[in-house]
């Protein structure tokens, strides 16, 4: 159980800055993890290049603080096929209210940038009482992935999944919204995201299950409820 402030400009997470390997069975409690610039998470700051799984990692009662790629379990998630399972965050705050623009942040991943062909597979996840905030602008946000954006234009065939998630009680406060969803923000050419048993409820009116889909871009809702 983590409860320590963490303080620095970039690679700040609760639990470790960055890492390669899985991280498991952690909880952060009433913690403020705070990062001048980007790449903060609940857990991780940067979960770096390769395959790994996070599994029952919690983060609780907590603020995400910075500018860019803030995440409450993973801030940016760097390529490999990646896993996060059984993953929870609740009664936590991401952004700054200080800040004039906050980008690519998410309530489980703030953003994942992928190679061609690699997987994203977010499974038993809940996200539930999250406020996501700026001073003035809000950019490539949601409850679950901030953004997916290829490392190179060849990076194709990616598949990002959300299975058996519930988002509650989600917020956005910024008097501008862009690319802003409930389960993903900003999404990216040749990508296909499936969801199946997704639960949300008292989203804000303002906000689409998804911010933004490129016409390259294939959604699947297989199964869910949304309101």
């Known amino acids: 159980r983590q409860r320590q402030m963490c303080i620095r400009d ?3 997470g609760g639990i470790a800055g960055t890492g390669y390997s899985t991280i498991t069975g952690c909880t952060v409690d009433n913690v403020q993890v705070s990062a001048s610039y980007w790449k903060c998470g609940g857990v991780l700051g940067q979960w770096n290049e390769d395959s790994a799984t996070m599994e029952n990692n919690h983060v609780t009662n907590s603020s995400i603080i910075g500018k860019d790629n803030l995440g409450g379990i993973v801030g940016f998630a760097n390529y490999g096929n990646k896993k996060l399972i059984n993953c929870t965050v609740t009664n936590t705050v991401i952004g ?3 800040q004039s623009t906050v980008e690519q942040s998410g309530g489980l991943i703030g953003s994942y940038s992928p190679s061609k062909t690699n997987t994203m597979s977010i499974q038993d996840c809940t996200v539930q009482n999250l ?9 490539e946000a949601a409850a679950v992935v901030g953004g997916v954006y290829w490392r190179s234009t060849a990076a194709t065939d990616v598949n990002v999944t959300v299975e058996n998630t519930e988002i509650a009680d989600m917020k956005v406060e910024a008097e501008n919204l862009t690319d802003v969803g409930v389960i993903f ?3 990216q050419k040749a990508s296909n995201y499936q969801m199946t048993e997704v639960t949300v409820s008292n989203s804000p009116e303002a906000v689409d299950i998804v911010g933004s889909v490129n016409e390259e871009t ?3 809702v297989a199964s869910g409820t949304f309101d």
Do not use: H
Not at 131 to 139: E, G, W
């Open 96 to 98: 700054d209210s200080a």
């Open 131 to 139: 406020s996501i905030v700026a001073k003035d602008s809000i950019n």
């Open 218 to 220: 294939k959604v699947n």
């Open 185 to 187: 923000g900003k999404t």
């Open 10 to 12: 970039r690679y700040v």
